[in-house]
């Protein structure tokens, strides 16, 4: 099993910036993906960045030249540089890590969440 522990979430106002970082500890493979789904009262779950191992990158076009994403393979460690923030981004953000061994399949893993209000 897998534990991710999200911090970082808040309320700010808009423009402004906040950084979520989720820690991983457990059973950890290192082929892997990490990074950050979003879930807004009454929509669905989506995809916000995702970095894999290797250090691909991948964005949702609603956060493209906002968020950064990055990770500390050494910590098992991924963060999220969300800046510009717009009241849109108002969500719960949730952890996610996708890994498997040489000889395992993919197992998927979801943090707690953590709420991010942007707001006057």
């Known amino acids: 099993q897998v534990q991710l522990v999200e911090s970082g979430g808040g309320l700010v106002q808009p423009g402004g910036s906040l950084r979520l970082s989720c820690a991983a500890s457990?059973?950890?493979?290192?082929?892997?993906?990490m990074g950050w789904y979003r879930q807004a009262p009454g929509k669905e779950r989506e995809l916000v960045a995702v970095?894999?191992?290797?250090?691909?990158?991948n964005f949702a076009d609603s956060v493209k030249g906002r968020f950064t994403i990055s990770r500390d393979n050494a910590q098992n460690t991924v963060y999220l540089q969300m800046n510009s923030l717009k009241p849109e981004d108002t969500a719960v953000y949730y952890c996610?890590?996708?890994?498997?061994?040489?000889?395992?399949?993919?197992?998927?893993?979801w943090g707690q969440g953590t709420q991010v209000t942007v707001s006057a």
């Open positions: 996610y890590r996708r890994q498997r061994s040489y000889y395992s399949d993919w197992n998927v893993y």
């Open positions: 457990g059973s950890i493979f290192d082929i892997n993906t």
């Open positions: 970095i894999t191992s290797g250090g691909s990158t």
